[in-house]
């Protein structure tokens, strides 16, 4: 599966941003989608993920509240709607796809190119 990511960008601290993942190929066998995050200096962390219809999510307990992916099935495309963003939440955001338990913990997934987010104080 090829993933697309798109809509990063520079917000101050209390705004909002959508990013979007595109995926093409044979999607059927990565029916999961979902982001990570990797901020200078750290390790990569799970955000959200989503599955295949859009009926189960999960998110890291950093994000709840704030940030909402959801999935148009008919495009391949997930989005992740970043509210209430904070300066920590600063990082290159992954786009990621594949069975479900294999997105939670990063593993035997396809992931697509990064996209920065930065959020100014």
């Known amino acids: 599966v090829q993933l697309q990511a798109s809509g990063g960008g520079l917000v101050q601290a209390g705004g909002s941003l959508r990013i979007s993942c595109a995926a093409s190929g044979r999607t059927f066998s990565r029916p999961v989608m979902g982001w990570y995050r990797q901020a200078p200096g750290k390790e990569r962390e799970f955000v959200a993920a989503?599955?295949?219809?859009?009926?189960?999510?999960d998110y890291a307990d950093s994000v709840k509240g704030r940030f909402s992916i959801s999935k148009d099935v008919a495009k391949n495309t997930a989005y992740l709607q970043m509210n209430s963003l904070k300066p920590e939440d600063t990082a290159v955001y992954y786009c990621?796809?594949?069975?479900?338990?294999?997105?939670?913990?990063?593993?035997?997934?396809?992931w697509g190119q990064g996209t920065q987010v930065t959020v100014s104080s």
């Open positions: 989503i599955t295949y219809s859009g009926s189960d999510t």
């Open positions: 990621v796809a594949g069975a479900w338990t294999d997105v939670l913990f990063g593993t035997n997934s396809d």
